[in-house]
């Protein structure tokens, strides 16, 4: 079985500095990993995913994330959040194998940016 | 590009009704999942088809049931609603299914009174 931790309920940065949602995964295989973000009200955005190739992964909007097999994480970062960033970040793992792909979901991370 | 269809966007219904969702999946895309938000939660896995075969079960109630037609669109039936069935209910497609993302839908927003 897999399942992600995510260690912060609750982020809040200032508009213009670096931001940090953390997430810790278990797997007994290679998982994938993603990241998804839900704006309130909205439906559920891709932002990346990493499936074993480059640990480090590019996403949409300025966002990254840094498989780190050895510390079982997969923590997104932007370097300057944008006001528009304010949202719930979902991290979320998927199994290597069987075809049912079924995501499951961290708990969540709610992004709150301040002026 | 074309996204994932669903609808309606919002439904009401009474305890002890029916309702039926439907998913209308990115062109090409083979393989459709759905999954239940409650208010304040994080989306929880129901079911999920592959080629109109399904490929996986999940906390998906008795009450409920699914499908997934030859056009790959997919439709979710809700009988006997309870009020703790109010939620967002998400249909998701990918392309394959082995370590595929999926690409949600903007969800239908059930609430049961």
Known sequence: ?115 | AAGVIQSPRHLIKEKRETATLKCYPIPRHDTVYWYQQGPGQDPQFLISFYEKMQSDKGSIPDRFSAQQFSDYHSELNMSSLELGDSALYFCASSFGTQRREQYFGPGTRLTVT
């Open chain 1, 1 to 115: 079985a897999q399942s992600v931790t995510q260690l912060d309920s609750h982020v809040s940065v200032s508009e213009g500095t670096p931001v940090l949602l953390r997430c810790n995964y278990s797997s007994s295989y290679s998982p994938s990993l993603f990241w998804y973000v839900q704006h309130p009200n909205k439906g559920l955005q891709l932002l990346l995913k990493y499936t074993s190739a480059a640990t480090l992964v590019k996403g949409i909007n300025g966002f990254e994330a840094e498989f780190k097999k050895s510390e079982t994480s997969f923590h997104l970062t932007k370097p300057s959040a944008h006001m528009s960033d304010a949202a719930e970040y979902f991290c979320v793992v998927s199994p290597y194998t069987g075809t049912a792909s079924k995501l499951t979901f961290g708990t969540g991370t709610r992004l709150q940016v301040t002026l």
